[in-house]
């Protein structure tokens, strides 16, 4: 998987709360491969009205933040579903990290996944910083893993993450790789539990 | 003993489910987690794709089961699929499942349906076993006491790969609720209203356990409901413990143990409860009797309120930040400001989904249709074949014809939309699914949740309308 160190670019403000996958990722593109151009169906029914014409009042529409490296967003973003794709239309469409107040659980372990980092502000940060970026559209953020730091224009913002999933995102480790480090201690696992639970193995028809 | 209690402090029933399936933990805190099942649909694909690249095979074939729902047509032949796209969709779970020696209930299979119905209904899903699936509503297999949470692909591959999934244990959270509802009352009713009170982040992350009187009396059908809707609260899992109900809905059921091997689940069941003075990071509690009809008005499902109130009004509201929330939910909803919601005209109704489209439930919604026509068009949409069937059984399809209602077949449907099955563009929609968000159900569709007899009380009007005055007199 993808490393993620720091990043420094525009970045958008979505100030919509709970702003869930289904809006991220509509349902019908889930159907799509990501070698389909994913990313340029990211946030397809607020970016695009009806007829597919850019709706210009949505954020990411606007020419200062149309190549945002940087989201940031309110409570609760990517609640939802469960669609891993919802990540890569973010990430193909140039996105490295999402900064906001909380996360749909599973989005952010998705996130991760992808070398997407998802940073978390208090409320009251998000509402400044989004304030900052409205007043100054071009200002450019620098988001650091390593020190855990939002830096937009002359103020420095700590954010929290999950120090695993820090650690994670820092190496880009293969997750798999990493559970085949453990394979004897799965087997002896498994090996006691069918002694111990033979209920909880379903019978084979 | 895998989840005794004696020797240690007085525990969850979190606690005790996450010890039993935790192969190793790490320094840093993350665990192992051993899996006990895992189910698997269309959308899987990407997660089969990445082992094809790795050249791998599935660690436990034997343990991954494999539905056709979310693409599968409900209407007109299962067979010559109009759409390409959608075809493809269908035989690719079906190729990859065989490719990889998983068992699919295919959309040929008369066990097929929605792979939350399915899981509980064929006895796969049991009491003390951790199940995953790559959707966000496996939380619904907690209604038996199972640990169950929804992953996303690359955690699909993970454990198709090794069996096993890595977490981080959850923050551990009990919602109580004591004393008894009032007649009409369902279980979608009280999980819209816990939603509605602590919001559509208040269980982030958590584990949550369902306890308390009013959950006890809930049969295993509404407990799937509620458990169902826990992510919607951004709950990881719902969980109900397991008890007299939930052993006398499994014995007898294809897929759970026979014999010698029940008697000794059932052994184990037992011990799976919370002990007394056991600590959950968060507890709350909620009381059954303030529960009215539910209905939402917004474009979340924490915006839901009882049948008799009004919408809001973004102008009586203070903080700038919920007044815009209040504007901007209203007018995609096409809802004027202070409404009331038994006012609110509907184009058509929706009975399905893996929240709302079991036995009890399609009974609920004939209960209320039975004699009686729908004032605008409507699907129903059985939450598995096996349920279709049952259903046909016992006429129901019956009542929801000559109400003037579409009997379809089973499938993720209306509920998402992909399959085909979409509300119209500015059209508005009463349905038993589980998420309103924009766009759900087609672009621009609206949808109003609510439980099964209240679509069917709103068929009958109209609009949305309370359902209490239209079962007075009849069996329920
Ligand atoms: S019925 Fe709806 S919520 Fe349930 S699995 Fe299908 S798409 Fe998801």
């Given at each position: 998987m993808d490393k993620f160190t720091s990043s420094t670019g525009a970045a958008c403000p979505i100030e919509q709360s709970n702003l869930n996958t289904d809006q991220i990722l509509p349902a019908r593109y889930l159907k799509w491969t990501r070698a389909m151009g994913i990313g340029k169906v990211l946030f397809h029914d607020l970016r695009f009205d009806a007829e597919g014409k850019e709706k210009p009042d949505f954020p990411l529409n606007k020419p200062a933040w149309r190549n945002a490296k940087i989201i940031i967003g309110a409570r609760n973003f990517g609640c939802g579903s469960s669609r891993e794709a919802a990540v890569y239309a973010l990430y193909d469409y140039g996105i490295r990290c999402v900064i906001a107040p909380s996360f749909g659980d599973i989005f952010s372990g998705n996130a991760v996944q992808n070398g997407v980092l998802t940073a978390i502000i208090s409320d009251e940060e998000a509402f400044e910083i989004m304030g900052a970026l409205k007043r100054t559209p071009e200002l450019l953020v620098t988001v650091e893993l390593e020190r855990q730091t939002i830096v937009c224009g002359n103020r420095t913002y700590h954010f929290a993450i999950d120090p695993v999933r820090r650690m994670r995102l820092l190496n880009g480790w293969d997750d798999i790789a990493l559970t085949e480090n453990y394979g004897d201690r799965i087997t002896a696992f498994k090996e006691r539990d069918q002694r111990e639970r033979a209920w909880a193995f379903p019978r084979v028809d | 003993m895998l989840w005794s209690s004696s020797m240690t402090e007085p525990q969850t029933i979190i606690d005790k489910l996450w010890n039993a399936h935790e192969i190793l933990r790490r320094d840093d805190g993350e665990s192992l987690l051993w899996v006990d099942r895992h189910y698997v649909h269309e959308g899987s694909f990407h997660a089969f794709a990445k082992l094809t690249e790795r050249g791998v095979r599935v660690a436990e074939p034997g343990l991954t089961f494999g539905v056709a729902d979310h693409y599968v047509p409900t209407r007109g032949s299962r067979h010559d699929i109009a759409d390409p796209e959608i075809a493809r969709m269908v035989r690719q779970v079906e190729d990859n499942t065989a490719k990889f020696g998983i068992k699919l209930f295919g959309i040929d299979d008369p066990r097929q349906g929605i792979v939350h119905v399915v899981g509980p209904e064929q006895g796969l899903t049991l009491p003390g076993l951790l199940i995953v699936c790559g959707d966000s509503h496996t939380s619904t297999h907690g209604a038996l006491g199972a640990y169950a949470f929804g992953i996303g692909a690359s955690e699909v591959a993970h454990v198709l790969m090794t069996q096993t999934i890595w977490q981080k244990k959850p923050k551990r959270m009990r919602l109580t609720i004591d004393g008894a509802t009032a007649p009409g009352i369902s279980a979608k009713d009280i999980i819209l209203a816990v939603i509605a009170q602590i919001g559509a982040d208040g269980a982030n992350g958590c584990a949550l356990e369902f306890a308390g009187s009013a959950i006890r009396a809930l049969s295993i059908e509404g407990r799937l409901t509620l458990c169902n809707m826990s992510i919607e609260a951004g709950a990881r899992c719902g969980m109900v413990a397991p008890d007299a109900a939930a052993i006398a809905y499994l014995q007898g059921r294809p897929y759970a143990p026979k014999g010698a091997k029940f008697d000794q689940a059932v052994e184990a069941w037992s011990k799976l409860i919370t002990d007394d003075g056991a600590i959950f990071d968060r507890d709350i509690s909620l009381d059954a009797k303030t529960i009215a009809p539910i209905v939402t008005w917004g474009?979340?499902?924490?915006?839901a309120l009882p049948i008799d109130a009004s919408v809001p009004d973004p102008a009586c509201e203070a903080n700038a930040e919920r007044a815009k929330y209040l504007r901007d939910a209203l007018d995609y909803m096409g809802i004027a400001p202070g409404k009331k919601l038994s006012e609110i005209a509907i184009d058509r109704v929706f009975i399905g989904s893996c929240t709302n489209a079991r036995i009890e439930d399609l009974r609920a919604a004939a209960a209320v249709l039975a004699g009686r026509i729908s004032k605008v068009p409507g699907l129903v949409s059985a939450g598995s074949t096996v349920v279709k069937r049952l259903a046909e059984e016992e006429g129901l399809d019956r009542i929801f014809r000559d109400a003037g209602l579409e009997w379809g077949e089973s499938g993720c449907s209306m509920c998402v939309g992909i399959n085909g099955d979409i509300v119209a563009p500015g059209e508005r929609c009463a349905s038993t699914t589980n998420r309103n968000f924009r766009g759900r159900q087609g672009p621009g569709a609206r949808t109003h949740l609510m439980s099964p007899a209240m679509v069917a009380a709103a068929a009958v009007n109209g609009h949305l309308a309370d359902v209490r005055p239209l079962l007075a007199g009849r069996k329920t």
């Open positions: - | 474009t979340s499902p924490q915006d």
